[in-house]
């Protein structure tokens, strides 16, 4: 059958990938795209990149325009997503881009988001080691899918092998991201001008403020942590798309490398877009751009006492709207792998 | 007075910004340049933005052609500026630009460069603060420096400060760095191409094999550190020029966050190249592109235990030629800010 | 029927992009790969982006590993094919991505590549308009084509409906390209280098030498032009994909501006990659990144007499992959847009 | 004597690169400075890269703040310099950066601009050559000048010499410009963001709207042009700074080359800041990223029966700050030069 499907936000970068890999998917028609001040235009006027959906034109975002399809994503600023959500049928499959559903702490919430939880829905990377299987079984049997933050799932795919197989410390993990500017969405914000962004690399959200690290705990824990500490920071460097994600973590005192890289292999042995590369061998974005692909390279450092995670994610693929369809295929018991390029756009 | 200089390796990205520097020094004469391959053209053949120099032309690399001149600076290739130097006269101030002369470790050496350890020259960071005094001290007697490795003096100035004041421990600190391409000189290898380096962000040297950690390991034991340990990760980012580091170490238990920040204020009070911005600020490369500034921001992050230095440094000129330049400033009694320009060209 | 392709070149940026889209094309089976030094090797270690053919590695390129295919693209440097095409069988179709196979006139071929002319093979852009139908016409019906230089066909495809509805003068016909580096290949040259290629616009081939040159003049001639003139200069910007190419012609005198615009919609109504965009509207190359579309916009400037033609490519898809695919779907007779992405991948 | 200096629109990227200027310059002391929305901010906290100014707090643009100084520079959004202008001392040096005083004529403004034209200044590029003399000798007698647009005045430096000599035609000439975003200064657009910037070649203006067009045929006039006409499209690139302009103009039949080449020759012997490169070299941006130079490189196309001529310029410096000092350095008898980079920071 196909389903038919609504995106809320697409006239956003999230809203525009998620309707870019549909357009390739076999059983998804996308019937009805919505958007906020540009209600009214053809979608191509706003995203003149997506060619083929000449026919369409944004609608306004409510519940009434979304109601009457199989799928809805969407793919709204945070805190918009949550009254939206709650007038849709229960048997709708509705995947949240945003971040209203991602926590399922309210403390977490609270501290970095403020008020109004709006309590956590199943969480959208299936390749996420948990203690008992993968977050793969719990997306088989949801009709609410939370897709995750693009810099939190890049730094969790990356950690939670070594946390699940007792190889790394959960304490004093660090992760240090370069990231492109289109994670930040369209807004325009001075420090988001291309003048600013060329040629320059900017940290921001420093010092343990930014909102993905209790999403990146809360992953941790699912594999095995209690209660895990990280140092996080971000700089945003001039490329619109990509996360190359460093992350380092102590070795258990006795560990061996072979056991560590053996952590990461098993983890993700046989899966499509979670990929660890061989001994010596590390990412860089380009290598998954447009993709939704994660590629992992792994070293240990003996001398510093610490493994490093190389990670290279699209932000916008695997860290968004790839991460979406790819539950929302899991959710509907279609092939998993349906519709999502795994070759990136290089160079 | 006026000193007369030679600039050896005048092709490449160092030679030709420490000519770009020289050219606004009312000390200096830059009266010879030379270079390898392209010895016999006119320099404004391949630097063409040092529209000062049309008049010189580039000679062979000997020491016959280097001698004669009060002041001498080697940007050559690792390996190359040992026998040339050996060759200048003792009098004569040389600074070489290249690592043959960092590294007082043969241990070090012999590890991270293999062969024919040269000894150690005088480091060129003058800002580094060292049990007694700074590093300033040692340079005004010399007529050797070594000029620094640009990611090593980068993390060194981030990192020394907390070490000299006990505030962070010096085990288990953890650099990354955003760097641009120029840092790996005019190499023609395939990752450096423009279609390589554009729309992508690529770590190189993982899991502690890079040659700047022992040079960042010296500079940490003149602080006081005994045996510090690092993990270290540079990722080529799509900018010419620019180091972000971002450098984090453990907080040495019951230190407050006031001690923590007076620790680096101590250190670099009245420094007019290594500023610490105010809490809750911090750098990007673009503010200090073409200056010999580096410009820091501190966050102590309490949950992960550790606090954060965001370090943004020009490559080419604090991390190499301006290094380089003020540091002669100083072997030569000049005024130390000579020549060196405090603000960066932004946007 | 599936068929059997070869790719050889596999290693270069046209061959890896030929693969990236063979990798979605359900009649195409990739079967070889060849390279020249990289021969031996994994693809994927070469080409990391390539996720879908970790089954591959690199052979030799000769004629013997290539036979036995139904299909065979070349991705050769220019004066390689000619000897390698010669001993492939007749009913094997070809397609070669280099230049050798391009013109038809011995004369320009001398001029601006020298010796040895291998004669002309069916051009590979199927929506250039001819004086009767289009160059599709002629692709139905052959087993030798050869893929267009990128800027070539872009500037073609931008003023052939002009020259063939007779509303613009071949005369003093003027183009300059924003091109990215990607379209020099994967060459170790220093002016390609990053650090040399961002924050740069650089200019090359100026004055009438560039090899597109007499290539872009026979196109124009299958529009009915008898002896075109162009000024034609292409500059590196700093993308790693894309081509933005501003042509302009002199209005023929009493042509009104609706008469204009009609000449270039009727030429692509109906064209799935070749778009004309509404009165006002003009691409950008992020709307077509990784994309076979060809998007173009149109203004009449009064005052200057002249049309200017705005066109946005990628260099490695519609310019080079892209049309070499659709040229082979054509002879073939499968349904032309079989295996091509056309909207972009933006931002 | 030292010359007190206020600049109004500080926090701007004009008046930004004012500053940087005026911090080497040995005669001006920056006193004051204004902005709009940041009034009350150190001047540090907008523009972190002006280290030499970390004593100024940004004030109210009005004119009482910006009276009693000897030097004001005005960086104002178009529109808003006329009235602030015409409550300053008419002994006062003014410098307007915006548009609203370089079009001699009212049916240009009216065009281009809308009501309300306030007349003409000075303008301010000295170099442009003149039916007798060059602009320079205007700017020595005045104490209002217009500051150029950036892109008509690297337009107008390209083509003037060929008018003034009589070697090219006025009519149908054609420039296309690849320029950097910063030109667009700190405007929150959306098709300004970095992740629209960032891999993509943007044309904007297109077809004979751009409000340079009117100056640059001004400058043409000046340089004895009577009607001349020119087809103008700029094309923003994913670099901060810089434009390069390619401008082509039918020869006069009749020219042979070296009379073209001596064109240009003559018109810049001795210049400082605007110099014609060696036959067959061209410039990069690059080359003059920060510097007060144009870089010309020039080829006669004899089969397009065209010259060529290449123009590399940072819109920031030559394009408007540096201008704009060089122009008050004239107004005010000093040495043209001072203060004034000539070399660019490349790579």
Chains 1, 2, 3, 4 share one sequence.
Not at 132 to 159: E, F, M, W, Y
Not at 175 to 201: D, F, R, T, Y
Not at 326 to 340: K, P, R
Request: aromatic fraction near 4%; include cysteine; glycine fraction near 10%.
């Amino acid at each position: 059958m196909t389903y038919s499907v609504a995106v809320s936000g697409a006239s956003g970068y999230a809203g525009g990938e998620i309707l870019r890999l549909l357009a390739d998917h076999p059983d998804f028609e996308v019937r009805t795209v919505t958007a906020h001040s540009n209600a009214g235009q053809p979608l191509v006027a706003v995203q003149p990149h997506l060619r083929a959906y000449t026919h369409l034109t944004l609608q306004e975002t409510t519940p009434e325009v979304l109601s009457g399809h199989d799928v809805v994503f969407l793919a709204l600023p945070h805190g918009a997503s949550g009254a939206v959500a709650a007038a849709l049928p229960d048997d709708t499959l509705v995947i949240d881009c945003g971040a209203d559903h991602r926590l399922e702490s309210s403390t977490d919430w609270a501290r970095f988001y403020g008020a109004d939880h709006h309590g956590a829905w199943t969480y959208g990377v299936p390749e996420l080691p948990r203690l008992s299987g993968t977050q793969r079984d719990r997306l088989a049997k949801t009709r609410r899918i939370a897709a995750p933050g693009c810099n939190a799932s890049t730094v969790a795919l990356s950690l939670a092998p070594g946390i699940r197989a007792g190889v790394i410390e959960e304490h004093d993990l660090v992760s240090v991201l370069a990231v492109g500017p289109s994670g930040a969405g369209k807004s325009l914000k001075a420090h988001l001008l291309g003048a600013e962004i060329l040629g320059s690399a900017n940290p921001y959200a420093v010092g343990g403020v930014h909102r993905h690290i209790p999403e990146i705990q809360q992953a941790l824990r699912w594999a095995g942590a209690d209660r895990p500490t990280i140092s996080f920071t971000p700089v945003i460097v001039p490329m619109s798309r990509g996360i190359l994600a460093t992350s380092t973590a102590r070795l258990v005192p006795g560990t061996d490398a072979a056991a560590v890289r053996r952590a990461w292999e098993d983890a993700y042995a046989g899966e499509p877009f979670v990929q660890l590369l061989p001994e010596g061998q590390f990412p860089k974005t380009a290598d998954v751009v447009g993709a939704n692909t994660a590629l992992l390279g792994l070293a240990v450092d003996e001398q510093a006492g610490r493994v490093v995670v190389i990670a290279a994610v699209d932000n916008l693929v695997k860290g968004t709207a790839g991460a979406a369809v790819q539950s929302a295929n899991i959710a509907l018991g279609l092939t998993e792998t349906t519709g999502l390029p795994v070759n990136g756009v290089a160079p």
